[in-house]
T-cell receptor, first 113, second 115 residues
Framework: SQKIEQNSEALNIQEGKTATLTCNYT??????LQWYRQDPGRGPVFLLL?????KEKRKERLKVTFDTTLKQSLFHITASQPADSATYLC????????????FGRGTSLIVHP | DTEVTQTPKHLVMGMTNKKSLKCEQH?????MYWYKQKAKKPPELMFV???????INESVPSRFSPECPNSSLLNLHLHALQPEDSALYLC??????????????FGNGTRLTVT
């Protein structure tokens, strides 16, 4: 069966360090992968999109990598700040799903001052 | 604040009630979505409208009835819900249904409690 796996345990890091979150998938051939941020009681907010033929994307302090051989995406936040504390969701889209994103359960990031 | 507005923010309803959730966007997006999210779980797709026509129904029970009166509005009519339907209901829009080119813009959801 298709699975999108993100660490269910919260990631705790110190302010200023780089946070790295992982998204692994099985039985998907994704056309793209997206990362969203979700704060408690609010809707997800889109951060970055990376396509199947791209290895890396950057936006300000954010970097996403996409390895279709390992079936994995890594999401990095450099120089992390307490305001970066949130849940980060990855979402995959494929032709089998009409390109509508299917979400992972997310990983909670806590940045300590 | 998001550009997708959902009302009400909170809703408590009994199992025999009829209520509606509303969603509005003025970004000119032509695809609109309903997702359901339970605590510590990922958002799950319920319905997709593309150019005001229902294009995807993810086998959602008939007690949930979507409606798209025009390109800016999306409703979700609720009737005879069960306590297990309690969740955060999220509306989203995208420029078109080809999500590979346009991400989802979510509202902040309606927190629904069925008693």
């Amino acid at each position: 069966s298709q699975k999108i796996e993100q660490n269910s345990e919260a990631l705790n890091i110190q302010e200023g360090k780089t946070a790295t979150l992982t998204c692994n998938y099985t039985n998907y051939s994704p056309a793209y992968l997206q990362w969203y941020r979700q704060d408690p009681g609010r809707g997800p907010v889109f951060l970055l999109l990376i396509r199947e033929n791209e290895k890396e994307k950057r936006k300000e302090r954010l970097k996403v990598t996409f390895d279709t051989t390992l079936k994995q995406s890594l999401f990095h936040i450099t120089a992390s700040q307490p305001a970066d504390s949130a849940t980060y969701l990855c979402a995959l889209g494929s032709s089998g799903g009409s390109y509508i994103p299917t979400f992972g359960r997310g990983t909670s990031l806590i940045v300590h001052p | 604040d998001t550009e997708v507005t959902q009302t009400p923010k909170h809703l408590v309803m009994g199992m025999t009630n009829k209520k509606s959730l509303k969603c509005e966007q003025h970004m000119g997006h032509r695809a609109m979505y309903w997702y359901k999210q339970k605590a510590k779980k990922p958002p799950e797709l319920m319905f997709v409208y593309s150019y005001e026509k229902l294009s995807i129904n993810e086998s959602v029970p008939s007690r949930f009835s979507p409606e798209c009166p025009n390109s800016s509005l999306l409703n979700l009519h609720l009737h005879a819900l069960q306590p297990e339907d309690s969740a955060l209901y999220l509306c989203a829009s995208s420029q078109e249904r080809d999500i590979g080119n346009s991400p989802l813009h979510f509202g902040n959801g309606t927190r629904l409690t069925v008693t």
